[in-house]
């Protein structure tokens, strides 16, 4: 086979999502030069694109707009900076350390950067990646998969359907069941409380009249040709029901969608799953960056937009030659946190996007007192007034970490 | 479809196949290598769509088959015969091998008699190992294994493409695929199970008709390759000589990334407290966990279960530790037709111009074809005329849905030639909306999201249809195939004799 052609643009941005698009947007509006978006989907914008309810745009754009018009609003501001958006364009693979494998209709070809920012978002895991067994009938769907169907493809789903999570994205699918015609007849949710924020949460119960069953998990999935029920069992009492349902929607569980980071050999984060960063959203390897939920599995869309354009100043600084990451600390999630996002802090750097550093908690917890210790002394301790809450990101100031010592040991987060 | 010399001009097909798994799939093709009618009666919607698609998907040598049974003989020459097949035709095979690993001091004792085993069966190539090589290939290997033995030739094999394929070159050669044909009664020609019995010819004519759901069908000659149905089947017909059990098997598959932690197969040492679970790597670049062995009663549950999950896991649990730390793509439970018949069960009644192919376990994936071919001989022992045509069209050229070569979505060539090929909709398996196409404009097109899986490997991986599901479904839907069998759930309502004579 004769070598594919190969493309030199400036940045290489892999995905399209809001991370990627508001990245793209600032790069090429700052004179990066050649930005060059991959977007595989057959239109860029990621998740928002399918979601069709409000309350995005609030912190990036500061205004609230439906996923469709954010999506459509990131495309057209990323294209009018001059990025080069190229959808059905998919990165397969790496020919070298800093050379993508692309196919697209255009062709196979190969695309080297000068700098190449991963931002390729998460998914939700299916139910066989939640291991629950049972029959294998149609209509069990991700919370993606379903708004993909109702949203862009006009299909129909089920009559009354069981959704499994009680994340900020279980609401979603909720929302999307009723436009569509079925009724959320169930919320399981493993958690003592429903998860996500506790207005909406207020608002589903009242507004939509989703009953939820709290420490409640589902333990098979009944129905041969079309889903006729789910098997639910109560995490205390090991009581065990059936709920007649056609349609099941397994919801958030976030994965990152780190495959082409894996690949790469660029170095994951243990708690998260993603590539491990510093700050600056610099990745393993110089030259590779990462931001929006591929990071921080998930946050809302306007936080990964954010992380597109704190990403873009290093990538700059990357460019002219002038960035020279100094030796860091590693950031540790102590129990009940399972993941901090990121976990390098380097004293030349500059603070996390948006000032906060991410972190996702097993406990909830009202009044959560926060604590860094480094080397067995306590650097902060500070009572937030925003709640820790299972099933959504738990965000803090990273000013909580002015009196970390960059040539210390690591820096543990917890509570109490 | 289009007519063929094959085609009987007074509706009754010289030969009846009646199930459209791999087994039955090779019989047709075989059969229609010679100058009859052959029509291939498949009760599902899709062939391979039974127990030959949720199998180990192992191409095996034979090595540890018993002895001079029936079953040794065709596992052992199957396996040339599907190797040289697979080339032909593009069915994807990996070389990988195996190491039976010993866990136990046990299982360390019975390597040698394993060896001998596999020599009696014709196969010369294992070897007896140490642990210190065993980890030198399977690094990832849990720790306490004791030693093992090699088998250098077992091999990795698409079974799915491997159905498709033998059902397809059938097909061309002149088959006339039945699908959504159950056969719910039989009308022998020597009266068995007809209001008749005035001995051969029952009708006169010696023809069987096989009341199907789709209409009746009628041949001289019936073979049955019913897989999970066959006793049933074969007391239609008027004998009672085995009994089906259903054997669950459940299946774990692990995410692409676990594929550099298994590169050959992991074969448990066979001891008097039963066969344990195997870890492979699979065509498709992940790796498989599994199966377990349940007897069932019903014949239809292939779902999986609790106690299948939990078993799979504290098995993997010590086999491979590290491969449990990663995700699960995806699990399955297969049935397998086990019998209570320690061979296979082939046999004629040349009376009743009836031949019964039973009891044909996991293995009947590598024997097939040479099944096939002891199927053509104790035909013609028992008085079916067959002569091999000059006419036999080349076999097909299968898609490619295996790891080991280039697929469409790497090939430059290809997709200048046609962008299709460069427009992936299912990332995560990096299906090609020109595959997906072509699955559905195929000789045997896809007809429903799982015969699309089997063909292209949509949907299959990872995301399990979260990114491409709808795309998918949308792309298929305006591909749909119309071959004259209809859509779903719409059943092909057309007797056989109709389409015969469309």
Known sequence: ?416 | MTATPHRPHDGVFDVAVIGGGIVGAAIARELSGHDVSVALLEARDDVGDGTSKANTAILHTGFDAKPGTLESRLVARGYHLLSAYAEETGIPVEHTGAVLVAWNDEELAALPALKEKAEANGYAHCRIVGADEVYGVLPHLGEGALGGLTVPDESIICTWTTNLALATDAQRRGTTVLLRHAVTGVDTGDGVGADTADGYGGGGDGVTTLHTSAGDVRARWVVNAAGLGADHLDRLFGHDRFTVTPRRGELFVFDKLTRPLVDKIVLPVPTSRGKGVLISPTIYGNVMLGPTAEDLTDRTDTGTSEDGFDFLLTKGERLMPRLLAEEVTASYAGLRAAIDHPDYLIEADPAQRYLLVGGIRSTGLTAGIAIAEHVRTLLEEAGLKLRPRGDVPEPPRMPNIGEAAPRPYEDAELIARDPAYGTVVCFCERVTEGEIRDACHAPLPARTPEGLRRRTRAMNGRCQGFYCGAAVAALSARHHPDDGCGSRPAPCGRPAQHKDNR
């Open chain 1, 1 to 416: 086979m004769t070598q594919p052609p190969l493309i030199t643009p400036d940045v290489l941005i892999i995905g399209g999502g809001p991370a990627g698009l508001t990245a793209a947007a600032e790069l090429a509006g700052r004179g990066a030069g050649h930005v060059l978006v991959a977007d595989r989907e057959q239109d860029a914008g990621g998740i928002p694109r399918h979601s069709d309810h409000t309350g995005y745009g609030l912190r990036d754009l500061r205004r609230v707009m439906t996923g469709p018009a954010y999506a459509r609003h990131l495309v057209r501001r990323a294209t009018e900076a001059g990025a080069d958006i190229r959808t059905r364009t998919m990165v397969t693979g790496w020919a070298d350390e800093h050379t993508a494998e692309v196919t697209s209709p255009e062709g196979r070809y190969h695309v080297r950067a000068r700098a190449t920012v991963l931002a390729t978002g998460a998914r939700e895991r299916p139910r066989t990646a939640r291991r629950v067994p049972g029959d294998r009938p149609h209509g069990v769907y991700t919370t993606g998969q379903l708004q993909n169907l109702v949203h862009l493809h006009h299909q129909p789903v089920g009559k009354r359907a069981v959704i499994v999570g009680g994340e900020l994205v279980s609401w979603s699918a909720a929302v999307t069941l009723r436009e569509a015609g079925c009724t959320p007849a169930l919320m399981v949710s493993q958690y003592p409380k429903a998860e996500s924020y506790g207005a909406f949460t207020l608002a589903g119960r009242t507004v939509l009249g989703v009953p939820v069953a709290t420490r409640t998990r589902v333990t098979r999935v009944i129905g041969k040709g079309r889903c006729q029920a789910v098997e639910i069992e109560h995490l205390d009492t090991g009581l065990r029901r059936r709920v007649a349902c056609d349609t099941v929607v397994f919801t958030g569980d976030w994965i990152p969608d780190h495959e082409l980071a894996r690949s790469a050999g660029i170095t994951l984060d243990e708690g998260t799953l993603g590539p491990l960063t510093d700050t600056a959203l610099r990745t393993s390897r110089p030259g590779v960056f990462a931001a929006g939920n591929l990071l921080h599995p998930v946050d809302t869309a306007d936080v990964a937009a954010l992380d597109g354009r704190h990403v873009a100043g290093r990538v700059l600084a990357h460019l002219d030659g002038a960035d020279r990451p100094a030796p860091g600390v590693r950031l540790i999630a102590d129990a009940p946190f399972r993941w901090v996002a990121p976990q390098i802090l380097r004293p030349s750097d500059p603070a996390p996007a948006r000032g906060r550093l991410l972190l996702w908690t097993d406990e909830f917890a009202r009044f959560p007192k926060v604590t860094i210790r480094q080397d067995g002394r306590t650097v902060a301790r500070r009572t937030l007034s925003w709640p820790a809450a299972p099933g959504r990101v738990f965000r803090i100031p990273s000013t909580l970490l002015a009196g970390v010592s960059p040539t210390g040991g690591p820096v543990h987060i917890g509570l109490g």
